[in-house]
């Protein structure tokens, strides 16, 4: 059986999800080794995590946290789909 995306809601918070984690990862100079290296995943799990972003642990946000991804709250809110409030 073929393989689609999958539509809806769920698509945008998961896309919010890939980009809030490559953004913050690149802007804090890690890679996905450097996560390995600290025990918060392994390689395979992290590439896992990425392809479907819904995965995600709220532990591996704040280890991820830890080792010095810092997620704005934005990139929070946008994971769970909602926009911050002025």
Known sequence: MAKTK???VFTD?????????RSRMAAADLKCSDLVKRRIFSEATFYARLRDAGDIRLEEIWQMEQAGVRF???????????EEQA
């Open 72 to 82: 704005s709250n934005a990139d929070l809110l946008a994971m769970f789909g909602r």
């Open 6 to 8: 999958p539509l809806g």
């Open 13 to 21: 918070r998961k896309d919010a999800a890939r980009r809030a984690i």
